[in-house]
């Protein structure tokens, strides 16, 4: 007898006998299911969200393993020298949750408590959120565990130069395309696209998005994830009947994702009467002026001590009274600790994770609708999506274009999730995870398993 037929004859129901194998349906759900280093809170709530979702659809045993457990992974601790020239070490990580779409896409992070965990979460929410857009890709995420308000321009520069070049057998403009995130922008994806280039030694504008519009950049990349916040927002009150110049709204975060929320709200009459950043929030129940706040914001970086509205802590800030609560700071904000005393009617995501599944039953039992993260901060990827298109094909589309097509994109996106909701007799993020996953796992059905 062969050796190939004695392993054959020893696959079903054998996984004892190899090790650290795990047979279709093998994979527990509600945990992390791979080793130590892959442990963190937001994988395991990945997990969590999945399970619900592959419940749902009665998804088979060997689609849930492979869709839950990351397709490909890169670590790598790397020296940098610093100013003062001392050589730090350094940890970078990269995780492509599945490779059955086409290429991977998704954010560097350049954070002090970055793991494995984390990124492997972020991946597999790039690969829902990639899919319920309909874009060609899937997820991706990583970074360095660094503290980015620590570091020089110059430290920032050896280090992301380095880490781009530790990534180079994984990633190439059909292969993975990052982004930035938290901790990076379009300055490190200048660096990043440079490093690339000239280990190639041509220009490839195509192997990152997030550039600057001068290298190649698409012009509204910037505002494009607040934006499409207040498209879903929009979407949403059309279904409801609402009008968005007779409600309020509390934003959580002021950064990227909040501050161009905030102001497009502002600017479509709605009032917005609380935002927060990292230090505290500021509030104002008849509307903050948020132009004026964006002032003070440039000026002084933080939002405390703005004259017309009184502080409020951060905690407290997300208990006002409100149409609409938009979280657009951190994951793991609306938890079981305050999901019941939450005054809005309805939640739309602008960050990532906001909501931990315990909270979201709770929100669901006081019958407060959520607008979910994969569907409504989808509006950066989705112009990443045109900026890869516009590198590819070494054409500019004009700002207007760009708008339209996002707001196309992402209104039939919202259409799609609240079909499946109704059908499914399901909340919106459960639903939007099943659309998503349906088509993910026909993909990767139909490609099957090589060899
Ligand atoms: P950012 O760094 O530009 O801004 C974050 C903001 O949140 C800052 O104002 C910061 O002070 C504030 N903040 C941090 N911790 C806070 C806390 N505990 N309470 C209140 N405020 C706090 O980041 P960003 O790009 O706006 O991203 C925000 C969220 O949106 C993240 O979850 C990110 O993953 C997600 N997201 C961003 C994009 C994008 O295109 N930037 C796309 C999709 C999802």
Redesign the pocket.
Known sequence: MSSTALEDDSVPGQAAARPGGRTAGEARFDDVPLGEEWHSPLYAMACRQFARAADVLALEDELRTRLLEPRRSLVCNFPARMDNGEVINYTGYRVQHTLAMGPTKG?L?FAPDLGFGECAA?AMWMTWKCSLAGLPFGGAKGGVRCDPHALSAGEMERITRRYTAELLPIVGPDMDIP?????TSEREMAWFYDTYSQSVGYSVPAVVT?KPVALGGTIGRHD???LGVVFSIESAFEELGWSLPESSFVV????????VAARELHARGGKVVAV????G?IANPHGLDIPAVLRWVDEHY?LEGFPDAEPVS?EAMLELDCDVLVP????E?ITERNADRLKCKLVVE?????TTPAADRILSDRGISVVP?ILA?????IVSYFEWVQSHQKYSWQALEVQERLRTQMRSAYDRVRGAAVELGVDNRTAALASAITHVSEAAKLRAIYP
């Open positions: 954010g992070r972020l982004a930035p995130d938290m901790g997030g494009a994830t607040g959580q975060g002021f950064g990227n994702v909040g501050s927060s950043d990292i230090r929030a933080y951060g657009a700071a951190r994951e904000q602008g960050a990532n994770g906001p993260d901060n989808s509006g950066g990827v």
